[in-house]
């Protein structure tokens, strides 16, 4: 198993610009979740998936996007980019509640600058 | 939603000190997860405590789970440089769906 894979690694857009950051799993995971690291701030929920076609907002929405038409895939859409958005973005992801086990699997991350 | 505060932001240590980074939450938990982060890496997942008083060890970690299952703590024995990263605490959302984290205790280690 791949895990959960995050593309792109890098990414520098200008302020303005639209992206979208794309997150797999291969595990059957129903919850998956993206959140943003700041430094001194820890990782932020910004958006949350129980399921294909269920979404819904974490603690930082604003100025993202999210959808979940598939198991496997969660990306996460910037809408128009602008500075206050440079951050590390993790995608992750976990079986649903009632599971034996809850562990969260984090992807590798994505790291955006916006100027 | 749930916030879980975290002590110590930064902790300085030399190899072979303990350290310890604690977690508090203003309601109860019905659980706790603990992971850790390596510079430069994403969050692992460590541990999960379910159980009020609970402690788990895993070699020279000792993770404990209050009795009022609102604060959690991070024990490591004789520390290794091997150790060095963050540490969080992460505690179910309102909705039970997600995870929030504390803001991390992170850990330098000197030879």
């Known amino acids: 198993n791949a895990g959960v894979t995050q593309t792109p690694k890098f990414q520098v857009l200008k302020t303005g610009q639209s992206m979208t950051l794309q997150c797999a799993q291969d595990m059957n995971h129903e919850y998956m979740s993206w959140y943003r690291q700041d430094p001194g701030m820890g990782l932020r929920l910004i958006h949350y998936s129980v399921g294909a076609g269920i979404t819904d907002q974490g603690e930082v929405p604003n100025g993202y996007n999210v959808s979940r038409s598939t198991t496997e895939d969660f990306p996460l859409r910037l809408l128009s980019a602008a500075p206050s958005q440079t951050s590390v973005y993790f995608c992750a992801s976990r079986p649903r509640l009632g599971s034996s086990y809850n562990e969260q699997f984090f992807g590798p991350g994505t790291r955006l600058t916006v100027l | 939603g749930q916030q879980v505060m975290q002590i110590p932001q930064y902790q300085h240590v030399q190899e072979g000190e303990d350290f310890t980074t604690y977690c508090n939450s203003s309601?109860?938990?019905?659980?706790i997860q603990w992971y850790k982060q390596r510079p430069g890496g994403h969050p692992v997942f460590l541990i999960q405590?379910?159980?009020?008083?609970e402690v788990k060890k895993q070699k020279r970690l000792t993770f404990q789970f209050g009795e009022a299952k609102k604060n959690s703590s991070l024990h490591i024995t004789a520390t290794q440089t091997t150790d060095v990263g963050t540490y969080f605490c992460?505690?179910?959302?309102?909705?039970?769906?997600?995870?929030?984290f504390g803001k991390g205790t992170s850990l330098l280690v000197t030879p």
């Open positions: 992460a505690g179910p959302s309102n909705s039970g769906y997600a995870l929030n």
């Open positions: 405590l379910v159980k009020s008083g």
């Open positions: 309601t109860t938990l019905s659980n």
